[in-house]
């Protein structure tokens, strides 16, 4: 078990649906994380937030929509998605995106785009 | 730009072996290193983090050292077991307009009984 709960495990969906990602923490965090893995390859960060404000966007499609409605969630909205955004999405936390302690991560969301 | 190495990238050893997994990166600007341990199909267990002024970190039977002026990382597992079967990930910690982990493409460790 994780302290860093992701929802849902596996998500199959169409290329026109919109969906959403979440992702809770109950630590105390001020920083969390979106990362997208592809099969074989290592986590590729898409955003951080710190203090419930965007701080790193890495120049992702718009289809991916990121809310932070408060210190605990992370949301990921996703919309008009394409086959190869098929992947594996991680959420992580820590203390804050300056601290010196370690990034704690979900098991991840399974997504495939039919 | 940090990249990030690891090498190699698939290790096969038999239960009981003492086993370094080796990391470099390019720049030495860093704020600390995570190692992490990944299984199929799940997400990443954070296993030692060593600050960028700390030479060594110990946690049972894994050290991890950081020689961070040769952009250089390591880890060491003792007596190693059939569960520690899995990828091993390094990520050094750089800050520019926000905190971010760059990873390494991993070493694939497999641990034979």
């Known amino acids: 078990d994780t302290e860093v709960t992701q929802t849902p495990k596996h998500l199959v969906m169409g290329m026109t649906n919109k969906k959403s990602l979440k992702c809770e923490q109950h630590?105390?965090?001020?920083?969390m994380y979106w990362y997208k893995q592809k099969a074989k390859k290592p986590p590729e960060l898409m955003f951080v937030?710190?203090?419930?404000?965007?701080?790193i966007n890495e120049s992702v499609p718009s289809r991916f929509s990121p809310e932070c409605p408060n210190s605990s969630l992370l949301n990921l909205h996703l919309h008009a998605l394409q086959p190869e955004d098929s992947a594996l999405y991680l959420c992580?936390?820590?203390?804050?995106?300056?601290?010196?302690?370690?990034?704690?991560f979900g098991d991840g969301t399974r997504l495939s785009i039919l | 730009k940090q990249e990030v190495t690891q090498i190699p990238a698939a290790l096969s050893v038999p239960e009981g072996e003492n086993l370094v997994l080796n990391c470099s990166f390019t720049?030495?600007?860093?704020?600390?290193l995570q190692w992490f341990r990944q299984d199929p199909g799940k997400g990443l267990t954070s296993l030692l983090l060593?600050?960028?002024?700390?030479r060594e970190q110990t946690s049972g039977r894994l050290n991890a050292s950081l020689d961070k002026s040769s952009g250089r990382s390591t880890l060491y597992i003792a007596a190693s077991q059939p569960g520690d079967s899995a990828t091993y990930l390094c990520?050094?910690?750089?800050?520019?307009?926000?905190?971010?982990?760059?990873f390494g493409q991993g070493t694939e460790l497999s641990v034979k009984p």
């Open positions: 990520a050094p910690f750089i800050y520019n307009q926000g905190g971010k982990l760059i």
């Open positions: 992580a936390s820590s203390q804050s995106d300056s601290s010196n302690q370690p990034q704690h």
């Open positions: 060593i600050q960028s002024s700390q």
């Open positions: 937030y710190s203090y419930e404000k965007l701080s």
């Open positions: 720049d030495s600007a860093i704020y600390n």
């Open positions: 630590m105390g965090h001020r920083a």
